[in-house]
């Protein structure tokens, strides 16, 4: 597929992730432009403006506006966002600093009830859940370096357990905890907790410390964590954190917990590129390929209907894209 084939947001990020045009070059900012005025990308932009925005019951739902920033981070991790190229996100980041705890966690609001162990009442708090993708949000839109964001990365890696992350919240919402053993990790907060770690190596490549956190022993623990729930699949489902049927179906974005978002991440780790397991899941999503090469969703979000992989029925260029990235990391493997 060439750079000029596919929506806006696959001709960017196609230039900048395959194609290695800098994000500085005027192609890369025409495709830039073109990116942020389509109309499905300014529905996201229009959300994230109204900053916390939409805050539901469920982490899972797509209509949380925190899960639009995370996938607009996607789109335009890397990119030229000066002159106020992007002031709805320019607004989010700055209420997001407001509304973080000197630990350096970035607070949403959320209520608990009581008889899960919350307060039963409105709090801004974090969970695993969604504190690390806040922050990879801030790493991916230029706050690598930030002292704060720095502080913050490193309060979530200290939460760690051999056995991967576990399910935490905030102290403000007292004794919360998911439905899963005390000993088991959570599958979707070690998920996005390495994908944070990955983003921040990827936009500090010459900083130590970010090396550093994303090879160390925390990290490994969780990549082991999603590579061990994988080969037990049939038998283990911690938090019920299935890696079934519904799993394996192709599905973006990124969202939540399903077999392209882990494969994407996992491939960002040399540790993992080489393991039986992380190439076992990879050739379960290579099976998917149609005889043109190219990819069609299994599953779709409502809320994103309007984008290539809103639908069931044709190929989508995203999710191509998607596969090639992982595809030229496992090229370089060794």
Not at 21 to 41: Q, T
Not at 138 to 151: I, Q
Not at 270 to 294: E, I, N, Q, W, Y
């Amino acid at each position: 597929m060439k750079s000029e084939a596919g929506p806006p947001w696959v001709r960017y990020r196609r230039l900048i992730d395959l194609e290695g045009v800098p994000p500085a070059a005027p192609e890369s900012r025409a495709a830039l432009a073109d990116l942020l005025a389509a109309p499905e990308v300014r529905v996201l932009l229009s959300d994230v403006a109204s900053w916390p925005g939409t805050v539901l019951a469920s982490h899972r739902s797509p209509s949380q506006t925190f899960h639009s920033l995370g996938f607009l981070a996607e789109l335009l991790a890397g990119s030229w966002l000066g002159d106020g190229v992007a002031p709805a996100i320019g607004a989010a980041v700055a209420r997001i600093r407001e509304r973080t705890g000197p630990d350096g966690i970035p607070r949403l609001p959320m209520t608990y009830p009581e008889h899960f162990g919350g307060s039963g009442v409105e709090t801004w708090a974090w969970a695993l859940c969604d504190a690390p993708i806040l922050l990879r949000a801030r790493v991916r839109f230029g706050g690598a370096s930030e002292p704060l964001v720095r502080r913050g990365i490193r309060s979530l890696v200290a939460l760690s357990e051999p056995f991967g992350w576990p399910c935490r919240v905030a102290p403000e919402l007292g004794s919360f905890r998911g439905p899963g053993k005390k000993s088991d990790p959570c599958p979707f907060a070690t998920l996005i907790l390495l994908e944070l770690l990955a983003s921040l190596r990827e936009e500090a490549p010459a900083d130590p410390e970010a090396r550093d956190l994303a090879e160390g022993p925390e990290a490994d623990a969780g990549i082991e964590a999603l590579l061990d729930s994988w080969a037990r699949s049939a038998e283990r489902h911690p938090y019920m954190f299935y890696m079934g049927t519904d799993f394996r179906k192709l599905k973006a974005p990124g969202l939540w917990y399903d077999i392209l978002h882990v494969s994407d991440v996992l491939s960002r780790f040399p540790k993992a590129r080489g393991d039986p397991r992380f190439l076992d899941m990879l050739g379960v999503l290579r099976s998917k390929a149609r005889p043109d090469g190219t990819f069609v969703p299994e599953s779709a979000y409502q809320p994103y209907k309007a984008w290539d992989f809103g639908q069931k029925k044709e190929a989508s260029p995203w999710i191509g894209l998607a596969i090639a990235r992982i595809e030229a990391r496992m090229g370089g493997r060794d």
